[in-house]
């Protein structure tokens, strides 16, 4: 394996908007939100930026295509701007090319900053588009949480689980993220639910109800890199660093051939790993103290906590349910209040897993900071469905540690 | 070896909507109603039209095998989705006939499918000819033709070989008598007083295309076994036959009770389910009634027994769902304009070159197989999906129409736009290798499960509104 990128790069900067119903905002207002925040954290010049990365997923509900609605919205000095597009692991892309640059040497001090505004579509749930001209003649016709609710019939008939223990488990898992959202004045939404609510609330995509699905919301989160030299040289202690950054694409395996049962996501299992490796954590369960994972619904959230190869196989459900990945249990979970409650303006949901990172490592989170401030912070996008995704892994740590 | 019918299916709609709730939605505009409040009509699904339950009869007809040598494809009905573009060749399409298939539509007259049986029959090529009638009309809510209608399709393989009925004669009339029409470009039929219909035109026209039929055989009717006399008319086939001679215990049930009238398809199905019951040697009558008269008469042959469709009608008319929400109905139909929600304004544009150079994928629902490996997968791709073998450019070309599956996974889907909501859909795993993430039909959400034995069908895809274009694919139904 390559050496990979473990404490070459340090983030100096980061921002994140006010996620919701942005109904008076454009998104170069929510770029600009975002952006300002990460500049004066960071205190540099926006003119000592070498190069930066956007992502956006569905540019044609807002900005359009190209690097030029980044650079445009923040006056770049014509400097390389680059749009990555990866489904919902957007955002962690456009960190993945801000840091590849520092790493490579290729630009001392880079930005990766993403942004969806999804409320223009005139409904709820992510817009109806079209996925290919071939595509559009004989896939389902699926929306995600109909791919991602399939997970649950799988995983129930490999695990032997009943309808009803699953069913609370997951509800388990939002009711935990609403409270932690609670906590969030950043957050779209800031209320608590009860397992009562989530569990009798109408069925969106059997079995997954309204509480079980992410909100969608407009908002922007970015990060400025640099290397942990320079990082010094502006004054900065405590550095945070990038220990691993991991990116594993279906290749088909799972939607064409009868290897894979439906209860797991392969991505996630091959770039978990790999993250480890690249990160040097032998054991995760011990060594990683926080996570923030792609809770686009409530059972790709209790899946992916096998797959990041934490709970063993067919025990999420008993780690969930004992509180586990509660605030305040071994390893929090969304601490921040997840999709579940920042909605998942696509290509902004990767940077701002980060930003939550970021700050807890910092011991700067506020009312929802973690006692013993956190070493070691795990993000996890995935994008796509279950049968053919794209998985994301990044993992921050103290520089040095 | 003589010339016949080698084999014969049909297809009627699972879904059998109750006359009472279209009495009882429309009585109150239209009282003479309340009387034909009766039995159940054949509904069919929203993904269903002429092209799509024709292929359901021909593959009733024809079964898994069967397909081998076919010269001819004869599609006849009224209600055929393209008005230019050979309904037919979707047909041969979906069943993997090769492209020397000659296809033909029939259309313009409700005796449109029985005079294309007629004429395979008379002038047999060197190759068997497929034969499929299908119908699903539009009609207006609280029309009589409303209640009498049933959706529905049936289909015969005709040739030399081992025929299950042999042709003894054939018959014909032509006369513009006009007790119904549908004008170009309007969606619904017009019709004239019934007792006229019935006193002027059938009882005139169809008794001495009957006699002359029956005479060139050298037959009388008293020694007919079987009389299909498609018609919902009050006692119309009784009275033809008494006219004839043919015995009262003869005529056929006209399945107006379970089914309804499915126009052109209508004297083929009867003559399918008669065919069902007719015992060697035994003569059958077909007659099909619409601006004149066609009449066949069959001899049933040793080899009735032999041949028998997969389901057939009597099977299909057993695997039925009562519908009693007629707004489903008429929603379906687009007799009504239902708000259908901001996500069905997709743009369903069709790149009509990317469709045909996947045609059999899409129509033909062929996939590969390795030929390193022997996996099987869909679609064919360059690179052979299977992760130990990767071969590159391996695979022939493998249908999955026929291939056993069951469900890996799968959900009931409120949010995604559907005509016919919960969308159902799920991983399908073939038996024999190869998956597909696919679109389920007539199931019920409460009776899929992980393991569940589906069968694949033919269906609409969607149907672009802006271009008046339908998209065809495979889906899968509980088998």
Same mark, same amino acid.
């Given at each position: 394996?390559?050496?990979?990128?473990?404490?070459?790069?340090?983030?100096?900067?980061?921002?994140?908007?006010?996620?919701?119903?942005?109904?008076?905002?454009?998104?170069?207002?929510?770029?600009?939100?975002?952006?300002?925040?990460?500049?004066?954290?960071?205190?540099?010049?926006?003119?000592?930026?070498?190069?930066?990365?956007?992502?956006?997923?569905?540019?044609?509900?807002?900005?359009?295509?190209?690097?030029?609605?980044?650079?445009?919205?923040?006056?770049?000095?014509?400097?390389?701007?680059?749009?990555?597009?990866?489904?919902?692991?957007?955002?962690?892309?456009?960190?993945?090319?801000?840091?590849?640059?520092?790493?490579?040497?290729?630009?001392?001090?880079?930005?990766?900053?993403?942004?969806?505004?999804?409320?223009?579509?005139?409904?709820?749930?992510?817009?109806?588009?079209?996925?290919?001209?071939?595509?559009?003649?004989?896939?389902?016709?699926?929306?995600?949480?109909?791919?991602?609710?399939?997970?649950?019939?799988?995983?129930?008939?490999?695990?032997?689980?009943?309808?009803?223990?699953?069913?609370?488990?997951?509800?388990?898992?939002?009711?935990?993220?609403?409270?932690?959202?609670?906590?969030?004045?950043?957050?779209?939404?800031?209320?608590?639910?009860?397992?009562?609510?989530?569990?009798?609330?109408?069925?969106?995509?059997?079995?997954?109800?309204?509480?079980?699905?992410?909100?969608?919301?407009?908002?922007?989160?970015?990060?400025?890199?640099?290397?942990?030299?320079?990082?010094?040289?502006?004054?900065?202690?405590?550095?945070?660093?990038?220990?691993?950054?991991?990116?594993?694409?279906?290749?088909?395996?799972?939607?064409?051939?009868?290897?894979?049962?439906?209860?797991?996501?392969?991505?996630?299992?091959?770039?978990?790993?790999?993250?480890?490796?690249?990160?040097?954590?032998?054991?995760?369960?011990?060594?990683?103290?926080?996570?923030?994972?792609?809770?686009?619904?409530?059972?790709?959230?209790?899946?992916?906590?096998?797959?990041?190869?934490?709970?063993?196989?067919?025990?999420?459900?008993?780690?969930?349910?004992?509180?586990?990945?509660?605030?305040?249990?071994?390893?929090?979970?969304?601490?921040?209040?997840?999709?579940?409650?920042?909605?998942?303006?696509?290509?902004?949901?990767?940077?701002?897993?980060?930003?939550?990172?970021?700050?807890?490592?910092?011991?700067?989170?506020?009312?929802?900071?973690?006692?013993?401030?956190?070493?070691?912070?795990?993000?996890?996008?995935?994008?796509?469905?279950?049968?053919?995704?794209?998985?994301?892994?990044?993992?921050?740590?103290?520089?040095?540690? | 070896?003589?010339?016949?019918?080698?084999?014969?299916?049909?297809?009627?709609?699972?879904?059998?909507?109750?006359?009472?709730?279209?009495?009882?939605?429309?009585?109150?505009?239209?009282?003479?109603?309340?009387?034909?409040?009766?039995?159940?009509?054949?509904?069919?699904?929203?993904?269903?039209?002429?092209?799509?339950?024709?292929?359901?009869?021909?593959?009733?007809?024809?079964?898994?095998?069967?397909?081998?040598?076919?010269?001819?494809?004869?599609?006849?009905?009224?209600?055929?989705?393209?008005?230019?573009?050979?309904?037919?060749?979707?047909?041969?399409?979906?069943?993997?006939?090769?492209?020397?298939?000659?296809?033909?539509?029939?259309?313009?007259?409700?005796?449109?499918?029985?005079?294309?049986?007629?004429?395979?029959?008379?002038?047999?090529?060197?190759?068997?000819?497929?034969?499929?009638?299908?119908?699903?009309?539009?009609?207006?809510?609280?029309?009589?033709?409303?209640?009498?209608?049933?959706?529905?399709?049936?289909?015969?393989?005709?040739?030399?070989?081992?025929?299950?009925?042999?042709?003894?004669?054939?018959?014909?009339?032509?006369?513009?008598?006009?007790?119904?029409?549908?004008?170009?470009?309007?969606?619904?039929?017009?019709?004239?007083?019934?007792?006229?219909?019935?006193?002027?035109?059938?009882?005139?026209?169809?008794?001495?295309?009957?006699?002359?039929?029956? =005479?060139?055989?050298? $037959?009388?009717? /008293?020694?007919?076994?079987?009389?299909?006399? *498609?018609?919902? +008319?009050?006692? %119309? !086939? @009784?009275?033809?036959?008494?006219?004839?001679?043919?015995?009262?215990?003869?005529?056929?049930?006209?399945?107006?009770?379970?089914?309804?009238?499915?126009?052109? =398809?209508?004297?083929? $199905?009867?003559? /399918?389910?008669?065919?069902?019951?007719?015992? *060697?040697?035994? +003569?059958?009558? %077909? !007659? @099909?009634?619409?601006?004149?008269?066609?009449?066949?008469?069959?001899?049933?042959?040793?080899?009735?027994?032999?041949?028998?469709?997969?389901?057939?009608?009597?099977?299909?008319?057993?695997?039925?769902?009562?519908?009693?929400?007629?707004?489903?109905?008429?929603?379906?139909?687009?007799?009504?304009?239902?708000?259908?929600?901001?996500?069905?304004?997709?743009?369903?544009?069709?790149?009509?070159?990317?469709?045909?150079?996947?045609?059999?994928?899409?129509?033909?629902?062929?996939?590969?197989?390795?030929?390193?490996?022997?996996?099987?997968?869909?679609?064919?791709?360059?690179?052979?999906?299977?992760?130990?073998?990767?071969?590159?450019?391996?695979?022939?070309?493998?249908?999955?129409?026929?291939?056993?599956?069951?469900?890996?996974?799968?959900?009931?889907?409120?949010?995604?736009?559907?005509?016919?909501?919960?969308?159902?859909?799920?991983?399908?795993?073939?038996?024999?290798?190869?998956?597909?993430?696919?679109?389920?039909?007539?199931?019920?959400?409460?009776?899929?499960?992980?393991?569940?034995?589906?069968?694949?069908?033919?269906?609409?895809?969607?149907?672009?509104?802006?271009?008046?274009?339908?998209?065809?694919?495979?889906?899968?139904?509980?088998?």
């Amino acid at each position: 394996m390559a050496k990979g990128i473990r404490d070459k790069v340090a983030i100096v900067g980061m921002g994140c908007s006010k996620f919701g119903e942005r109904w008076d905002k454009e998104a170069d207002d929510l770029m600009v939100e975002a952006f300002e925040e990460a500049l004066a954290d960071a205190g540099i010049d926006k003119n000592q930026i070498d190069a930066a990365w956007l992502a956006t997923a569905i540019e044609d509900q807002h900005v359009g295509k190209s690097g030029t609605p980044l650079s445009v919205a923040l006056r770049l000095p014509q400097i390389a701007v680059t749009r990555v597009e990866n489904f919902c692991a957007s955002g962690t892309e456009a960190f993945r090319g801000a840091v590849y640059a520092v790493a490579s040497g290729a630009a001392d001090i880079a930005l990766a900053l993403g942004v969806e505004k999804l409320k223009d579509t005139g409904y709820g749930g992510l817009p109806q588009r079209s996925r290919g001209v071939l595509n559009s003649m004989w896939w389902a016709n699926a929306s995600a949480p109909g791919n991602f609710a399939q997970l649950a019939a799988a995983y129930r008939a490999k695990h032997g689980v009943s309808k009803e223990d699953l069913k609370r488990a997951i509800a388990h898992v939002s009711v935990k993220s609403h409270d932690n959202g609670s906590r969030n004045p950043k957050a779209h939404l800031n209320n608590k639910v009860t397992m009562e609510q989530v569990m009798g609330a109408p069925i969106i995509a059997e079995p997954l109800g309204l509480f079980d699905c992410c909100g969608v919301s407009d908002g922007s989160a970015c990060a400025i890199v640099t290397t942990p030299e320079i990082a010094q040289s502006l004054g900065k202690k405590d550095i945070i660093a990038v220990k691993a950054l991991q990116l594993s694409v279906s290749n088909g395996v799972e939607a064409q051939h009868n290897s894979w049962d439906g209860s797991y996501f392969a991505t996630t299992r091959v770039a978990s790993r790999k993250a480890y490796q690249e990160a040097g954590v032998k054991n995760p369960r011990e060594e990683i103290d926080l996570i923030e994972v792609h809770d686009c619904f409530s059972v790709t959230e209790l899946v992916t906590m096998e797959d990041l190869h934490i709970s063993p196989e067919g025990t999420a459900i008993k780690d969930v349910l004992d509180g586990f990945y509660d605030h305040d249990g071994r390893i929090p979970c969304q601490i921040d209040g997840g999709l579940k409650c920042f909605g998942h303006p696509i290509g902004a949901s990767g940077l701002r897993m980060i930003y939550e990172m970021y700050l807890q490592l910092q011991g700067k989170a506020g009312e929802r900071q973690r006692a013993k401030a956190p070493r070691l912070g795990l993000t996890h996008n995935l994008g796509g469905f279950p049968h053919q995704n794209v998985c994301s892994i990044s993992i921050v740590g103290r520089y040095g540690e | 070896m003589t010339v016949g019918i080698l084999r014969y299916g049909a297809y009627i709609p699972m879904r059998r909507l109750q006359r009472k709730t279209i009495v009882a939605a429309n009585s109150w505009f239209n009282s003479a109603l309340k009387s034909q409040g009766k039995g159940e009509r054949a509904m069919a699904n929203w993904d269903e039209d002429s092209v799509t339950m024709a292929v359901a009869a021909a593959r009733d007809c024809l079964g898994e095998g069967g397909r081998d040598g076919i010269g001819a494809v004869h599609l006849a009905s009224t209600s055929l989705p393209f008005a230019d573009r050979l309904n037919a060749g979707i047909v041969a399409g979906a069943l993997n006939l090769p492209e020397t298939t000659a296809g033909h539509d029939h259309s313009a007259t409700q005796r449109a499918g029985l005079s294309a049986l007629s004429n395979a029959l008379a002038a047999p090529l060197d190759k068997p000819v497929l034969v499929a009638a299908a119908e699903k009309r539009r009609t207006k809510a609280a029309s009589p033709l409303e209640l009498s209608s049933g959706d529905g399709a049936a289909a015969m393989l005709v040739g030399e070989g081992e025929a299950i009925a042999e042709l003894v004669a054939s018959a014909t009339r032509t006369v513009d008598f006009v007790d119904h029409y549908r004008g170009d470009g309007v969606p619904y039929d017009y019709m004239w007083e019934e007792r006229w219909i019935r006193d002027e035109g059938y009882n005139k026209i169809v008794p001495p295309t009957l006699k002359e039929l029956l =005479a060139k055989a050298g $037959v009388s009717g /008293a020694d007919i076994a079987h009389f299909c006399m *498609p018609c919902t +008319l009050s006692k %119309v !086939a @009784a009275s033809i036959a008494k006219k004839v001679g043919i015995p009262e215990g003869a005529v056929r049930d006209n399945l107006a009770a379970g089914c309804g009238d499915t126009g052109v =398809a209508h004297p083929l $199905v009867m003559l /399918a389910h008669a065919l069902e019951d007719a015992r *060697p040697g035994q +003569l059958i009558v %077909v !007659a @099909a009634f619409g601006q004149g008269c066609d009449a066949l008469l069959l001899r049933a042959t040793d080899a009735i027994g032999r041949h028998k469709p997969a389901r057939g009608v009597s099977g299909w008319l057993a695997r039925r769902r009562e519908e009693t929400n007629y707004q489903k109905f008429l929603s379906f139909n687009e007799v009504i304009e239902v708000e259908r929600g901001m996500r069905s304004e997709l743009d369903k544009a069709t790149a009509l070159s990317s469709l045909y150079r996947n045609r059999d994928m899409l129509t033909g629902f062929v996939g590969g197989k390795c030929t390193v490996c022997g996996t099987l997968q869909f679609p064919r791709s360059n690179v052979c999906v299977n992760p130990n073998c990767n071969a590159f450019h391996s695979q022939e070309p493998q249908p999955f129409a026929d291939l056993e599956g069951r469900i890996m996974s799968y959900t009931a889907d409120n949010l995604t736009y559907s005509a016919d909501p919960p969308a159902c859909y799920g991983m399908v795993q073939f038996d024999a290798g190869g998956r597909i993430m696919i679109d389920f039909t007539d199931v019920a959400p409460e009776e899929i499960d992980v393991g569940k034995k589906m069968d694949m069908v033919f269906r609409i895809k969607d149907v672009d509104p802006q271009r008046g274009f339908t998209r065809y694919f495979w889906k899968a139904t509980a088998a």
